[in-house]
């Protein structure tokens, strides 16, 4: 039987922009087919900062706040526009993330390749504490 060859998808694909480039408010607006006036809302709600203030160039964003601004628009579809709601899930999310981040970072500190193989590693059950600047362990006081 004769193997298939690898045909590149037909699918659009959803703009992934760096996250170091800068757009205008409205190649922003053009990317994620959101309204200006939109962003200037989420912009005045504090849900979405531009990367430059409102200087001779007006609003620039980044990567991240296009990003960002996808989140947001997909959360109106669950929240309307409770915008405090969605301030909230923003917050957690960032929050989320950091701690995975922190996780993945332990588990490569300790040499494990999954924080799940042995949560008692990185989770002791017995009352120490782990001096994060030497990296030695002292029992409580």
């Not at 999954?114 to 994060?132: C, G, T």
Request: glycine share 4%; with cysteine.
């Amino acid at each position: 039987m004769r193997e298939s060859a690898q045909v590149p998808s037909r699918e659009i694909q959803l703009f992934e922009p760096p996250a170091d480039e800068l757009y205008t408010i409205e190649t922003t607006s053009h990317i994620v087919d959101v309204p200006r006036r939109t962003i200037l809302i989420y912009c005045k709600h504090h849900l979405l900062s531009p990367a430059t203030g409102t200087t001779d160039h007006g609003y620039c964003f980044n990567g991240n706040a296009i990003r960002t601004l996808r989140r947001i628009e997909a959360l109106r579809t669950v929240c309307g526009n409770d915008f405090a709601g969605i301030q909230i899930i923003l917050d957690l999310t960032a929050a989320l993330e950091r701690l995975r981040s922190d996780i993945r970072l332990l588990s490569r500190a300790k040499g494990t390749d999954s924080w799940r193989e042995d949560d008692s590693k990185v989770f002791p059950a017995s009352p120490r504490r782990i001096d994060v600047r030497s990296g030695s362990r002292r029992k409580r006081k």
